[in-house]
Nanobody, 124 residues
Framework: QVQLVESGGGLVQAGGSLRLSCAAS????????MAWFRQAPGKEREFVAS????????YYGDSVKGRFTISRDNAKNTVYLQMNSLKPEDTAVYSC?????????????????WGQGTQVTVSS
């Protein structure tokens, strides 16, 4: 089992950048595919990005392609989400997730472990 703790959220102006981090407990972090999801008030949870165990393959939701970058450091048990050119519609609670299967899954039900989330607010 893995426990996940996100950090790095906050308030930023449109056009700005933030980097989120998700620290994982345990010694088996490299066995997990990792992902970021987000949920805005009144909306369903949305897939943002995912990365495979080695970091060699990444996947992105259409709304963030070209602006966000997911990466991981297995030595530090951490996955990152670099967010550039932020827009007000990026405002949401961002959560990281893990599974022992594949990174390609975009539905939340395929991800077994979740952090509590970090709030990102983008002002116009």
């Amino acid at each position: 089992q893995v426990q996940l703790v996100e950090s790095g959220g906050g308030l930023v102006q449109a056009g700005g950048s933030l980097r989120l981090s998700c620290a994982a407990s345990g010694r088996t972090f490299s066995r997990y595919a990792m992902a970021w999801f987000r949920q805005a008030p009144g909306k369903e949870r949305e897939f943002v990005a995912s990365i495979d165990r080695s970091g060699s393959s990444t996947y992105y939701g259409d709304s963030v392609k070209g602006r966000f970058t997911i990466s991981r450091d297995n030595a530090k048990n951490t996955v990152y989400l670099q967010m550039n050119s932020l827009k007000p519609e990026d405002t949401a609670v961002y959560s990281c997730a893990a599974n022992l299967l594949l990174a390609i899954y975009t539905t939340p039900s395929r991800w077994n472990y979740w952090g509590q989330g970090t709030q990102v607010t983008v002002s116009s």
